[in-house]
């Protein structure tokens, strides 16, 4: 992102898809957390992370 703009005032906004391969979703809440532990530490303060974390059952359709 820094390559492509570093511009005062510009927005860095990371959108992130996260499909667990858990098919029944019994890790679910797991995952969620561990994955909102390390997010918290290995952001770098200038980008935004957008999680999308979708539910179990769920299957992406193109």
């Given at each position: 992102?820094?390559?492509f703009s570093q511009a005062a005032g510009v927005r860095?906004?990371?959108y992130v898809i996260v499909n667990f391969d858990d098919?029944?979703?019994?890790?679910a809440d797991r995952?969620?957390?561990q994955i909102?532990?390390?997010?918290?530490?290995?952001?770098p303060p200038d980008i935004e992370v957008?999680?999308?974390i979708?539910?179990?059952?769920?299957?992406a359709m193109s």
């Open positions: 992102m820094n390559a860095k906004i990371a098919r029944l979703g019994e890790y995952y969620r957390a909102d532990e390390r997010h918290s530490k290995i952001t957008e999680l999308d979708k539910p179990a059952f769920y299957t």
